[in-house]
């Protein structure tokens, strides 16, 4: 496993999707299959839930 940034979507309502960029992740360098560190995924959820599920479309930058 690696550490890497990486660019995820996340869908937040019927037609809402968050891209978070820059998101730092531990990734497999041969399957592609990442996980989120805790700290990481507590954060992602707050920047979730701060976001207006009437918006169709929302790109955040994660910054550390």
């Known amino acids: 496993m690696q550490d890497r940034l990486t660019d995820l979507p996340f869908k937040v309502g019927e037609r809402s999707i968050v891209i978070i960029r ?14 989120l560190p805790h700290g990481v995924m507590e954060r ?20 550390a």
């Open 22 to 35: 820059d998101l730092p992740v531990t990734q497999c360098p041969h399957c592609e299959e990442y996980a």
């Open 44 to 63: 992602v959820e707050r920047i979730l839930a701060a976001t207006e599920e009437t918006t169709e479309l929302e790109i955040v930058r994660y910054a």
